[in-house]
């Protein structure tokens, strides 16, 4: 069951929505929208009375019961994507939204929260906690995926067959129209009646903005937002409902006093859209998947084929990676450096190569953070890190944090070494259109302040389709550690009155005009999109952030680890007892 925390407070929501969970967090801490949260509501106000954003009553004949409904005139966006490695050859896009449509979501999703919250209490299978919070990096709470491994591990326990399954491309395969479908039923809003009066409801506005936010597209929702996890949420819960009445309809109530096939919710486990089931027979495992594929469907998702198992127990493979490497780290008793150090990373660099879709150099680095090295030992991290980047490209942000930090404990790195590598790797992803791991390594290099100049690079980034890798560059352009000249009259040139209103340019153009890193030869600080931002001071990039520190990075996880062991406790206690975990929502652990 999905409660709403005693201290809920809308304008707070909306604040953590628009300041902690508005661009992906797997940018660099440059990208940043702490203070355009802190003055959404200000900027929300300005944007309606400038007409940047029109509002409209939604007109209904009195016999259909009009309940207020209303709906929003704003333009088609399209968002900047970072693509980041997920498996294999496959990549995960991350946007960067625009900031009409995706302000106005959180609005909506922060003001009628508690509607929202009865959508998302059909929640049957997934212990995560979709709530608002002040704690944490985000506006809503985490995923426990230590909760998640405690309960695949008692479902094991009790089952002779697992299914194991998930759907093809989750979020940007989300039919905007069935958010509707998922909070009123699909039945009741397919009727014509019905439609014609939820015309302009809740709902229907989370639909459009969501189109809004994909030049009008009805298909895909943006990967990054906690809105878009909140949105997936509300979908998953009605799954999870549909998927359970299935079950009841085609194996009988179990209040009907017949021998029930029912699946309990101790023996499924759902991680957003991936699901674990154990069941005691091949036919039942089968008919789960059968009742989840229906369920899906329904609402224009597909089951992923190429990640659907269904094996017996004894067929079952565990990943032991982790398990390998924290005896590794125990049986050092402490002393992590020399012959052991090398051991170690030898052993993870194998380990990566073996499971390389499993974030192995991103444990070893947050087991790293723990010690403090020894000046003889800085050559053989600083050449594990360099690896690092490009066995593990998916772990940039991890390793470019590493190698910061280690800069900052006054070791002496190989600078020219980190610079050659990390330009021509820089350049390679760029030519390949991969942001996520450009950025980083570009952050790498402005962090140590390592000077470099590179003509493909700025040749590249002339084509280049977003506004981070433009920004990172002018910024280490001022800084004088990119020495290259830029495409500046290109940049200056895309950025025009309309574009600033429907793709990514507003972020290059308002971060670039007001810093004076590119020429606003058309005025357009003076645009009423930008004028209530440059007002209020608000900044998207800010060029004081380098990376995080090993202490404050230390502090979060073992603050997260001791909250993650409480509930694992509660959670225990509650298969155990044969209590169905829908949430975890005992009072001493709600934070």
């Known amino acids: 069951m999905v409660m709403i925390p005693m201290s809920y407070c809308y304008s707070e929501f909306l604040q953590n929505l628009a300041s902690k969970g508005y661009f992906p967090l797997e940018l660099p801490p440059t990208f940043t929208t702490k203070s355009f949260g802190e003055n959404i509501s200000a900027i929300l106000s300005d944007w309606m009375s400038s007409g940047v954003v029109k509002k409209d009553a939604i007109s209904i004949r009195k016999k259909l019961k009009a309940r207020g409904n209303y709906t929003y005139q704003i333009d088609d966006t399209e968002s900047e994507v970072l693509t980041k490695p997920k498996r294999g050859f496959e990549r995960r896009g991350l946007h960067i939204a625009h900031p009409i449509p995706q302000s106005l979501l959180a609005e909506e999703i922060a003001r009628n929260w508690p509607e929202i919250a009865t959508w998302i209490s059909k929640k049957r299978y997934s212990m995560d906690r979709t709530e608002p919070t002040d704690k944490g990096d985000r506006a809503i709470s985490d995923i426990n995926f230590l909760l998640h491994g405690i309960k695949k591990d008692f479902i094991l326990s009790g089952a002779d067959w697992i299914l194991k399954t998930d759907i093809t491309r989750f979020y940007p395969s989300i039919y905007t129209h069935s958010v509707a479908w998922a909070a009123y039923g699909k039945s009741r809003t397919k009727n014509l009646l019905y439609t014609k009066r939820h015309a302009g409801s809740l709902a229907d506005r989370i639909d459009l903005l969501l189109r809004k936010s994909n030049m009008n597209q009805t298909v895909g929702i943006p990967v990054g937002p906690d809105t878009s996890r909140i949105v997936a949420d509300i979908i998953s819960s009605r799954i999870d409902d549909d998927f359970h009445q299935l079950m009841e309809r085609s194996n009988g109530h179990v209040a009907a006093g017949r021998n029930s096939k029912l ?273 209020r001071g608000v900044v998207f990039y800010d060029d004081t952030k380098n990376v995080k520190t090993t202490a404050s990075l230390r502090r979060k996880r073992v603050a997260k680890r001791k909250t993650s062991n409480q509930l694992a406790k509660v959670l225990l206690a509650q298969l155990a007892t044969r209590v169905a975990p829908l949430g975890i929502d005992e009072d001493e652990y709600r934070f």
């Not at 005896?327 to 450096?337: A, C, E, F, K, P």
């Not at 660099?349 to 991103?362: D, M, N, T």
């Not at 470099?452 to 890798?469: H, P």
Request: neutral net charge.
């Open 263 to 535: 699946l309990k919710p101790a023996q499924i486990d759902r991680l957003q859209d991936d699901w674990f089931i154990g069941a005691q027979s091949l036919e039942m495992a089968e008919q789960a998947l059968s009742w989840l594929s229906i369920a899906y469907r329904a609402y224009g998702l597909e089951i992923n084929g190429a990640k659907t198992s269904v094996d017996r127990i004894l067929n079952q493979e565990k990943e032991t990676w982790a398990s390998e490497l924290a005896l590794h780290l125990q049986s050092t008793r402490g002393r992590l450096t020399g012959a052991n150090l090398k051991g170690f990373l030898d052993r993870v660099v194998h380990l990566q190569a073996q499971y390389k879709s499993s974030p192995v150099v991103s444990f070893a680095v947050s087991s790293l953070e723990a010690f403090s090295p020894a000046d003889a030992d800085v050559p053989l991290l600083e050449s594990f890190y360099i690896l690092a980047a490009s066995i593990a490209p998916g772990h940039m942000d991890r390793v470019c944090t590493a190698l910061v930090n280690l800069q900052h404990t006054k070791k002496a790195l190989s600078k020219d070494r980190i610079r050659d590598r990390f330009v021509t790797l820089a350049e390679q992803h760029v030519e390949l259109g991969n942001g996520f791991e450009a950025i980083w390594l570009l952050h790498t290099l402005r962090g140590l302040r390592i000077k470099f100049a590179s003509r493909k690079l700025a040749e590249l980034s002339e084509n280049y389709q977003g506004a981070t890798l433009p920004l990172m560059l002018l910024d280490m352009k001022v800084k004088g550690v990119f020495r290259s000249g830029l495409p500046t009259g290109v940049w200056e040139a895309a950025i025009t009155a309309d574009t600033i209103r429907h793709d990514w340019t507003w972020l290059l153009g308002y971060e670039a005009f007001r810093r004076g890193w590119l020429q606003d030869t058309n005025g357009l600080l003076a645009d009423p999109l930008f004028v209530p931002l440059a007002n």
